[in-house]
Every structure is written in C-alpha cells, then in structure tokens.
C-alpha cells in the first residue's frame, strides 16, 4: 500500500440504505485508506453497487454520513460537487461508454467538458491513456461495438483515468470476461495502481483480485460490514457469509495461486 495508511480518504458512519421497506444498508461503517485497494464484496442484493454510488455522489443514503477527501458531500452545492467529481474516475460494470463516438472521442470527453485544451491535444492524451492500458494504437479509432469485452473493460479504464484523478471505483472490472482476460485486467489495476499511486475501491467477485491485487476486502452482509481486513486477516472470521470466500474449491485455488 502506498501513502498514509492512516489517512482516510473515504469515511462513510451510520450509512442506512431504503428503498421503500427493502432495508439495504443499516448502520454501515466503513473508511477507505489513501493509496489502498479496497475491495467490496458480497453477495446478490447485498448493496455493493449501491454503496459505490453513494461514494461518489449518484445516490444520497437514507441516513448516515459520507465524507470524501474529508468533505461532507452532503453539504455541497452543484459547484462544488463538481469540483469534488473531478478528483475521481469511475469504470462502470457495463463500460458506460458512448456507442455513437470513438474510443478515442469516448476517453477524451472529459477532457473536452472540464479542460480548456484544443481538440489535438486532448486526442493525443486520449491515444497515451489508451496505450497505458494497454490498447493497440488503432483501437482509438473503432466504437466500442467493435471491441471484445476485455478491450472494452481497458477502454472504459482508460477514460477513468483521463483527468489523472486521486481516486478511481471500479465496478466489476473483470465481470464476463474469460479467465485469460481477467488476469489481463487484474494486472492492469495493479499497474494502475504503482504507476498513478491511486487510492482504488472495487465492486468485485474476482477471487485472484481479492487475493493477489487489493490490500484489503470489506466483506457486506446483513446490511453492514461483516469483516474488513488483508484476506489473510478475513480468513480467521467464522461467520458464514465471510467462509464462503474461503471454503469452496474455487475459493481455495484462488488462495493456492496467490500464496504459491
């Protein structure tokens, strides 16, 4: 991990999620350090998702307080919730790119809403965002109709890291994908992560990412954190939602390959 461990970048207390009498989150507690990678995990409906959206200001939580880069995001006008926006990049589970442009027009649109630089340039730090990620030079001029699903996972990273931001959330960044490719972008997170020192949060069920990527794992159940900690430190916890990313095969080879 880089940076302070003891900075918290992201502190969200008493977090209560409703959505009518469907209770998501109920006293949810948890911090986010600068410079980790933090994985959140869970099960179906556990509200992972819904707990990444409230981080960065798509959804207000029913009760509780979030405070981002010590910032209560609650308290901020349309101004500045902008300017708090732009320290971030988010990879969305379905790529959230636009079919109708480029990738390269998709990667650079930040830049033309929130910069000042000429239309050149800003194609130029598209095409090196790209290849960052580790896309063939050509890619920038396809749509993302064209692109197989692991091309499409790096391109939608590269648009998150246009504005070269602090924080970056990843919302199933290997979902769907093989097992070759998902290995592919496991590895590109990890060298995101030297390469920028970026504090990361991902929405993940990757068990090599969990294992092999993130410093460390929030496990969500029964509408809170059931267990934070190194999966080492997790794997002491006997509650059972916590053992079922240890107990099954799939689950053990996981362990096997990272410690191997």
């Known amino acids: ?3 302070d461990a003891n900075e918290v970048v992201i502190r969200m207390r008493g977090i209560a999620t409703r959505f009518g009498s469907h209770v998501v989150h109920e006293g949810l507690d ?26 960065i200001m798509l959804q207000k939580p029913s009760a509780g307080s979030v405070r981002v880069f010590d910032v209560d995001v609650a308290s901020l006008d349309d101004e500045a919730a902008l300017a708090l926006r732009r320290r971030w990049g988010v990879m969305f589970q379905r ?45 920038g001029l396809k749509f993302p109709g064209e692109l197989s699903g692991g091309m499409l996972k790096r391109a939608s990273l590269a648009r998150a890291i246009a504005l070269d931001p602090e924080l970056l ?3 199933e960044p290997t979902s769907g994908l093989d ?8 590895d590109l997170i990890r060298r995101m992560h030297t390469l ?16 092999q990527v993130c410093d460390r794992v929030a496990v969500l ?6 267990g ?13 939602i916590v053992r079922g990313y240890f107990d099954d095969p799939r689950a053990r080879n996981a362990r096997a390959r990272a410690e191997g």
């Open 1 to 3: 991990m880089d940076g």
């Open 179 to 186: 097992p070759a490719s998902s290995a592919g972008v496991d």
């Open 228 to 240: 934070v900690g190194t999966m080492q430190e997790l794997s002491h916890l006997d509650h059972p």
């Open 95 to 139: 790529g959230g790119l636009f079919s109708a442009l480029t990738v390269r027009e998709n990667v650079g649109l930040p830049l033309r809403e929130y910069s000042e630089l000429d239309d050149a340039l800003i194609d130029a730090i598209a095409e090196w965002k790209l290849s960052l990620t580790g896309l063939a030079p050509d890619a």
């Open 221 to 226: 159940g029964e509408g809170r954190v059931l």
């Open 30 to 55: 948890l911090d986010v350090r600068r410079g980790e990678v933090l994985a959140i995990v869970g099960g179906s409906g556990s509200g992972k998702s819904v707990l990444m959206r409230e981080m």
């Open 169 to 171: 959330f990843l919302d």
């Open 196 to 211: 920028y020192g970026l504090t990361i949060v991902v929405i993940t069920h990757d068990l090599d990412l969990m294992w």
